[in-house]
Structures are given as C-alpha cells and as structure tokens.
C-alpha cells in the first residue's frame, strides 16, 4: 500500500477528481463537496482541497477552509496515515487555522486517539445525518407559506441566526453579517409564516455541481417551539429543493437533542450516518515540535 495526498489546484479540479465517488454513493465526501463547491471559481489562499490516493486510486479526502475544522472523509485502516497530515496542517497554520476534526463519528474518534499524545481534545459534539424520504408533493397546513427571505428580512434573520448559534453546542468562526448577507443575495434563506407573521427560518443550498441539497440553521423562536414548525420549514424548503433539481435532500441534527430528531423525522426524514466535531485545546505542544 502507497498513500499519499494529492493537493488539488483548484475547486473544480477537486469536484472533477471525486466526481466517481459521488456517482457510486449519493452521500459519498457529502459535507467536503458542499464546501469544495462554494470555492469554485474563487482563487485558494490556505485552502487544502485534496485527496488520499493508494497507488492511483482516491481512497478519501481531506478538505480544510481556515479556520474551519478539517474534514476527512476515509476508511478506518487510513486513520495513521491521516493523523500525520493533520499534525502537518497544525505545524504549518497553528491552532488558530486548525481548531480541530470533521468526519463520520468512528473515525475522527479514532483519528482523535491517535492524536492524543500531540494536543488535548477540548470538546466532541456527535451529529446525526438525515435525508428526506417524505412526500415530495405535500403542502404546507392552510394558512401557513413559506416564502423566499429577502433584504427587507435582514434584520430578523441576524437576530434568529446569532440566536441559533448561541443554542447550539457548536462554535461559530466566520461573520454572522456576512453569512447572512451572502445567503439572502443567492436566495438561500426562506421564512416559514402563519397568518403573515414570520415563525421559522431555514437556509437550503445546493453547491455547485452538487445533486444533493442540504438545509441547515433552521431555527424558531423559544415562545414558538413545539408546534411543529421546524418539522414543516425542512420539509417544505426540502420540496423547493427537490423542484430545484436536488435528488436528494440532508440535513443535520445534534445527537444530544432527541426532541429536534424526533421532529424530522416525524416529516420523513431517515438516518444516513453519524458524524463528528472535535476541537483541541492548546494545551500540549507536540503539534508545534518541529
């Protein structure tokens, strides 16, 4: 067995590369892909877009957008391998660029102990991926819509988007501005209302090149909860996806909120994989060591 990794010039060039691999399994590379594929057309800087090859062959990939984590996506028996070219991404940017690891649950776990001994592990959160296997043609209950979110919104969804991030357990690097502003130019956001009043946000993209849509930062007010909404906003931008030429639909949920999992799936959503977050701590310095 030869491995090595193959840095990729550019996003196309990643997506062309792993194409195959999305081809044979829908959900192959899925989060790496959705990511790759914002970059297309934009210059890299310290972006790392690439793949693990074995004697010609893409067995994985490794793709990094400081100072984000850095998403793996590969089989158990390459777990060595990898944790070496994480050590090597740390040395080379610092913890400030490489805050910790993304991938399917077994393995950053694995990748995690075997990094052990070079940085302390500061928090895990564990994610649970769905896709929509709902009714593609239903509706929404009678005087509920939903509808595109526009500049006119802007000011609803900073407040809703700093809210969801502060519910939920995982840190947030980027421009909340910035985030927003983007996704209302290229019609990402939508808002759920009854009666007029808007009730729940949800952003639903499909990257470029990408078949599969994924919703996310879907999010109703605490005095709102628990009539059902967020079920209804990610079955309903799933259905706008799905006409948008999606063929399939994700999206993600915290394992340690059985009420949020309990709710997608009530609307038809179905397990795919479980997923991890993992973050260090800088409280070792075997990373650094030259």
Same mark, same amino acid.
């Given at each position: 067995?030869?491995?090595? %990794? #193959?840095?990729?010039?550019?996003?196309?060039?990643?997506?062309?590369?792993?194409?195959? &691999?999305?081809? $044979?399994? +829908?959900?192959?590379?899925?989060?790496?892909?959705?990511?790759?594929?914002? !970059?297309? =057309?934009? /210059?890299?800087?310290?972006?790392?877009?690439?793949?693990?090859?074995?004697?010609?062959?893409?067995?994985?990939?490794?793709?990094?957008? +400081?100072?984000?984590?850095?998403?793996?996506?590969?089989?158990?028996?390459?777990?060595?391998?990898? *944790?070496?070219?994480?050590?090597?991404?740390?040395?080379?940017?610092?913890?400030?660029?490489? +805050? =910790?690891?993304?991938?399917?649950? $077994?393995?950053?776990?694995?990748?995690?102990?075997?990094?052990?001994?070079?940085?302390?592990?500061?928090?895990? !959160?564990?994610?649970?991926?769905?896709?929509?296997?709902?009714?593609?043609?239903?509706?929404?209950?009678? $005087?509920?819509?939903? #509808?595109?979110?526009?500049? /006119?919104?802007?000011?609803?969804?900073?407040?809703?988007?700093?809210?969801?991030?502060?519910?939920?357990?995982?840190?947030?690097?980027?421009?909340?501005?910035?985030?927003?502003?983007?996704?209302?130019? =290229?019609?990402?956001?939508?808002?759920?209302?009854?009666? =007029?009043?808007?009730?729940?946000?949800?952003?639903?993209?499909?990257?470029?090149?990408?078949?599969?849509?994924?919703?996310?930062?879907?999010?109703?007010?605490?005095? %709102?909860?628990? &009539?059902?909404?967020?079920?209804?906003?990610?079955?309903?931008? *799933?259905?706008?996806?799905?006409?948008?030429?999606?063929?399939?639909?994700?999206?993600?949920?915290? %394992?340690?909120?059985? $009420?949020?999992?309990? *709710?997608? /799936?009530?609307?038809?959503?179905?397990?795919?994989?479980?997923?991890?977050?993992? !973050?260090?701590?800088?409280?070792?310095?075997?990373?650094?060591?030259?």
């Amino acid at each position: 067995m030869t491995l090595k %990794l #193959r840095p990729h010039p550019s996003a196309k060039s990643w997506l062309d590369a792993t194409a195959h &691999r999305r081809r $044979a399994d +829908p959900f192959a590379d899925l989060t790496p892909a959705r990511i790759v594929g914002r !970059y297309v =057309g934009r /210059q890299l800087k310290d972006e790392c877009f690439a793949t693990l090859e074995n004697e010609g062959e893409i067995v994985g990939v490794l793709v990094h957008t +400081p100072p984000w984590n850095v998403l793996i996506d590969a089989e158990m028996k390459f777990v060595p391998f990898v *944790a070496e070219l994480v050590r090597q991404r740390y040395r080379e940017l610092g913890h400030a660029s490489v +805050p =910790g690891i993304t991938g399917k649950l $077994a393995f950053v776990d694995a990748l995690a102990a075997n990094l052990q001994n070079d940085v302390a592990l500061s928090a895990r !959160y564990p994610n649970r991926l769905y896709a929509f296997a709902g009714n593609a043609e239903g509706s929404l209950p009678a $005087a509920t819509r939903l #509808r595109p979110a526009t500049i /006119q919104d802007r000011s609803l969804l900073l407040d809703w988007t700093r809210a969801f991030w502060r519910d939920v357990e995982t840190p947030f690097f980027g421009d909340i501005e910035r985030l927003v502003d983007s996704a209302i130019v =290229g019609g990402l956001f939508d808002l759920l209302e009854v009666e =007029g009043i808007p009730v729940c946000m949800g952003r639903g993209e499909r990257a470029h090149g990408a078949t599969i849509g994924h919703i996310g930062l879907i999010y109703t007010p605490g005095s %709102l909860r628990g &009539r059902g909404y967020a079920g209804e906003i990610s079955a309903a931008i *799933a259905r706008r996806l799905f006409r948008e030429g999606a063929s399939n639909v994700t999206l993600y949920t915290e %394992l340690s909120n059985p $009420a949020s999992n309990r *709710a997608y /799936q009530r609307v038809g959503y179905r397990f795919v994989c479980d997923d991890a977050q993992i !973050y260090f701590a800088e409280t070792k310095s075997g990373f650094c060591q030259s």
